[in-house]
């Protein structure tokens, strides 16, 4: 598993996870895929205390594909999270979401995300979107050195 390139996808639509996934392995996007299908899975996944069995703390994912609308945790407070906690505060965080609503955007880029992305309806525009995103965040993006 090439821990330093993982995605974190958090999607609680089976339909849209799916999509999201064929749509990297169409790109030859071969990332380890981790997937929250709640919000609070998310903050597990990113916060939890579990650590590995050499006893180090869990690797972040290199890039977040976030969904606003959640079960148990909206997508608005996980990003609420990630940018207040120190150790994620730069993990790249980018919104996928079918909502059209600018209230949800603004407030996504009040709370600090990198990309806010609407969900296209068709695949082939969802499967470029994906590219797109995929070839920035993983490929050409430098993130901040490590501390």
């Not at 639509?13 to 999509?19: I, M, Q, T, Y």
């Not at 790109?27 to 903050?43: H, P, Q, S, T, Y």
């Not at 207040?84 to 079918?98: A, D, G």
Request: zero cysteines; glycine letters at 4%.
């Amino acid at each position: 598993m090439n821990q330093e390139k993982m995605i974190l996808l958090v999607e609680d639509n089976p339909d849209d996870e799916a999509l999201t996934i064929r749509a990297l392995k169409k790109n030859k996007i071969l990332n380890d895929v981790m997937v929250a299908r709640d919000g609070a899975e998310a903050v597990e996944i990113l916060f939890g205390d579990s650590t590995k069995p050499d006893g180090k703390a869990p690797d972040l994912p290199q890039l977040v594909l976030l969904d606003l609308n959640l079960p148990k945790i909206s997508g608005l407070e996980v990003l609420k999270q990630i940018r207040s906690n120190e150790k994620t505060r730069m993990l790249p965080v980018v919104i996928l979401t079918t909502s059209t609503e600018d209230r949800d955007r603004m407030e996504s880029y009040k709370l600090g995300v990198n990309s806010y992305i609407r969900k296209p309806v068709d695949f082939k525009q969802f499967s470029d979107a994906i590219l797109q995103v995929g070839l920035y965040w993983l490929v050409l993006n430098e993130g901040p050195p490590h501390a």
